[in-house]
């Protein structure tokens, strides 16, 4: 098998590309350095493209993998032939492989090893002959033995049945046909295993071709499944698979062994290939489900940490509580936090105008903007309370609901420990709350991406893949965006491409001893930064401080020369990036030609491009281009909507369903699929994603089942 040919075909993706990151990939470049700084190898293939040909690289060398071993266990039985060899050459999976070695497995004691012990194989195979003039059954008299418990001919014929049951069952091409067969025209039949409602009460009486099945039915029912609710089983036209088998194993010519072959397939089928197939099927399509579970989770993810920051402005984070009290901490434009406390203005204790005061003082003494609500339980009361406040106040004040999903497991984390050993786990949390709205990226990074709640059933998901996915997610997301290298926390540093949990504590460290970094240079005197790790992550490390401008800029070591060099031809100093005078630096890129000027400076179009960028703005964070959050100064409750309303809201989550959008009255509203775009589209991640502020209209309330029913409203 051609794996990069493969992979290629797949992405869609030129051979000549597939080649050139398979190549970098295995030199040991991360996905972050490739994607940026070796566009011109890889025909510019962006993080995406790349994440997902490295999950195939890795799955196809799986396979050779697999392959080689069975080629060399069957040849160290000394039973490999030619036509072994070329059906493993032909395999393109595991399980092809693996059903070519199931003859050769060592297998446990099973009724037709029982059988071959017994002497009864060569019975099987004049059984498999059907000869028109053998008597078989007078053939089995010869096969007694009764130390074997073979005592009459039916002994004997049974015992050869079974071994041409198991051989049957061991037909790499049977097994092959019958597994794309059932994934062709098969249905997965859900029935209830209770009487008492649940979720699941729409599966209780179902049946679904398998080919039609959408990942998010077939993990809530694997779900309902393990939890008792439900009982599960792929159908399929046994009688037309067992005609395949016996069109392809009895012989048209009928003689003393038909029937028996007959029983015999069909006994393979049913009790041998038939269990077997569909626990496969259920585990193929339960993979593939979770796969594509993972997907959105990790666009979900990728979406939300790169959401837009509110820079430079002081913010309240509210965490809100009933008995024990909302918990406050109010964090300074930098992130500092300046203050804490406590108030009461939820039941039961109700103490609304000594919250009133105390708040009223502290947006007063720290001249507070924003006041950023979590939306945890008593959220809404938390909300009405904060909305009423906000007219009585001295100062413009608006409030942002944000999702506080995580924030619990950063507060009772080591790492929040160590953060805010001062506070109690409830005050990190109001500090989380705050620092969300200010840099959610810096301070979701901080968090088990699994935590953060904007994927679907990613509890039911393979542990080991989803955090390798999502990890790779927050990777790509804080290389792109670039991270200061004289702020940056340790679980920030941690994330860059080429820097490891172990380096991010010793930049950490030397920053510590050694006070503020003057140059991206100086990061190699720190231990673990050796040549390959500084040539991986300097270009997504930002040294505001340093004497170089370059250093600034996501422009990499290795093409300062060529940065020098441009600004030279096109008439530019250094100051002049300082000072951000390189307004019309593509003008005059354009005037010289970029494919003469990129030769000329010895780098590729692509790479001229993002340094044109780079130059222009140095500093620059991508996430400031996007729409800011919503922020609001007025409640509503879901009692008081009506159909027909309409809203600006923000997306929450995307699943394989539909879109949740936050419209202000603490339930998130469900888009259904089919309202959120003019026309179809296949995956709700294609209309919207999360963050994006979008117009509403409600179509339908369901106050008891706290449900609300929108449809996407676009300008004409």
């Avoid at 984390?413 to 050993?421: M, T, Y």
């Amino acid at each position: 098998m051609d794996i990069i040919a493969r992979i290629a075909e797949e992405l869609r993706i030129k051979v000549t590309q597939a080649e050139a990151a398979v190549k970098l990939i295995d030199e040991g470049n991360t996905i972050p350095f490739i994607a940026r700084y070796r566009k011109e190898a890889t025909g510019s293939l962006d993080d995406t493209v790349l994440r997902d040909l490295d999950e195939k690289l890795r799955a196809y060398r799986a396979v050779e993998q697999r392959r080689e071993e069975v080629r060399r266990l069957i040849t160290e039985q000394e039973k490999m032939t030619d036509e072994i060899n070329a059906a493993l050459d032909k395999a393109v999976t595991v399980a092809e492989i693996d059903d070519i070695y199931r003859p050769y497995r060592p297998k446990r004691k099973t009724r037709a090893s029982v059988a071959a012990d017994a002497g009864l194989t060569p019975l099987s195979e004049l059984m498999l002959a059907q000869e028109k003039d053998t008597d078989i059954v007078l053939e089995a008299e010869k096969y007694l033995n009764p130390e074997k418990k073979i005592n009459t001919a039916e002994d004997a014929l049974h015992g050869a049945m079974d071994i041409i049951a198991e051989g049957v069952s061991d037909n790499a091409s049977f097994r092959k046909w019958i597994r794309e067969y059932t994934m062709k025209n098969g249905f997965l039949a859900t029935k209830a295993k209770t009487e008492e409602d649940s979720v699941y009460r729409m599966y209780y009486d179902r049946s679904e071709p398998l080919k039609k099945l959408v990942s998010h039915r077939i993990l809530a029912i694997d779900r309902g499944e393990k939890e008792g609710f439900l009982s599960v089983k792929v159908d399929v036209d046994k009688d037309y698979i067992e005609g395949y088998l016996i069109g392809q194993t009895v012989s048209k010519q009928v003689c003393s062994s038909t029937q028996y072959v007959k029983d015999a397939v069909i006994d393979g089928y049913e009790r041998l290939i038939a269990p077997s197939i569909q626990n496969e099927v259920r585990s193929d399509i339960t993979a593939s489900a979770q796969e594509q579970a993972i997907k959105v989770f990790g666009e979900n993810l990728r979406n939300l940490l790169m959401q837009a920051p509110v820079k430079g402005k002081v913010v309240m984070g509210f965490d809100p509580a009933y008995r024990t009290g909302c918990k406050i901490a109010v964090v300074g434009e930098n992130g500092e936090v300046l203050d804490t406390t406590v108030v009461y203005p939820t039941p039961p204790q109700n103490r609304t105008e000594d919250a009133e005061r105390v708040l009223s003082a502290l947006v007063k003494k720290y001249g507070i903007d924003i006041i950023s609500i979590g939306n945890g339980t008593a959220s809404k009361e938390s909300e009405i309370f904060v909305s009423s406040l906000l007219p009585k106040l001295n100062r413009p004040v608006s409030y942002i609901m944000t999702n506080e999903a995580g924030a619990s497991v950063y507060s009772a984390s080591k790492l929040g420990a160590e953060e805010f050993p001062q506070f109690d786990v409830s005050l990190r949390s109001a500090v989380s709350i705050a620092r969300r709205v200010q840099d959610p990226l810096a301070e979701l990074v901080k968090i088990d991406p699994k935590a953060i709640g904007v994927g679907q059933y990613q509890h039911d998901m393979n542990p080991k893949e989803l955090s390798a996915s999502l990890d790779g997610v927050v990777e790509d997301a804080v290389s792109s965006v670039g991270v200061d290298l004289n702020s940056a926390s340790v679980s920030l540093l941690s994330r860059v491409a080429g820097i490891s949990s172990k380096t991010a504590k010793a930049i950490y460290d030397y920053r510590n001893e050694n006070r503020l970094f003057n140059s991206r240079e100086e990061l190699k005197k720190v231990k673990g930064i050796g040549d390959k790790a500084f040539t991986q992550c300097a270009g997504f490390l930002r040294v505001s401080e340093s004497a170089e401008v370059l250093d600034n800029t996501a422009v990499h070591p290795e093409s300062y020369e060529s940065a020098r060099a441009l600004l030279k031809k096109l008439g530019y100093s250094e100051q002049d990036v300082r000072e951000r005078k390189l307004e019309d630096i593509k003008a005059k890129a354009n005037l010289v030609g970029l494919d003469s000027l990129a030769e000329s400076i010895g780098v590729g179009v692509p790479t001229l491009t993002d340094m044109m960028n780079e130059l222009t703005k140095p500093g620059r964070d991508p996430r400031d281009e996007l729409p800011k959050p919503i922020l609001r100064t007025d409640a509503m409750d879901i009692s008081s909507l009506k159909p027909g309303m309409e809203f600006v809201g923000t997306v929450r989550n995307v699943a394989d369903f539909g879109a949740f959008v936050d419209i202000g009255v603490h339930q998130d509203g469900l888009i259904h699929i089919s309202k959120l775009a003019k026309g179809f589209v296949r995956r709700a991640q294609d209309a919207t994603k999360v963050g994006e502020i979008i117009k509403v209209r409600v179509i339908e309330v369901d106050v008891a089942k706290k449900r609300i029913s929108l449809e996407r409203v676009f300008e004409k």
